[in-house]
């Protein structure tokens, strides 16, 4: 296995995530100007296997009481490693401040964050208003 660096202070190029979320069937419709605006106001953490992004991560916040976990994805041929785990810490100790931390996954991936403390809340559901 190759050696994967995490960093959130090197500039992630919007290119290396479109073709991330190309290689793991992800939003087709994202243009490389919205990848590069999101990028640049939002925190996130790459995952990084020489000069190749294999992962990528962000966060969506107000900065104080509220924070988003959003776009968790591991290339395919670099899954079951542990790279999801190791940038849903990074970003976790980031947001230790903040009270209230939520996202959305598929339900096969709840193993995963409940290793780092997410839990479900029944009652709750999520409502969607989207284009897609």
């Known amino acids: ?35 590069t605006d999101v990028l640049n106001r939002e925190q996130a953490v790459g995952a990084w296997a020489a000069e ?3 992962g990528f991560a962000r966060v969506v916040s107000d900065g104080h009481w509220h924070a988003y976990i959003e ?5 395919p041929d670099y899954r079951r490693h542990g790279i999801a785990d190791r940038m849903l810490q990074r970003l ?28 479900l809340f029944e009652k709750q559901k999520i409502l969607h208003y989207a284009k897609y």
């Open 1 to 35: 296995m190759v050696s994967i660096a995490l960093h959130e202070e090197q500039p992630i190029p919007a290119q290396a995530v479109r073709q991330l979320y190309d290689a793991v069937g992800w939003w087709p419709e994202r243009t490389l100007a919205e990848i």
């Open 52 to 54: 190749e992004l294999v």
């Open 92 to 119: 976790l100790e980031t947001l230790s401040h903040t009270d209230t931390i939520s996202l959305f996954c598929h339900s096969s991936l709840i193993p995963l964050y409940e290793r780092h403390g997410f839990a």
């Open 71 to 75: 776009d968790v994805m591991v290339h």
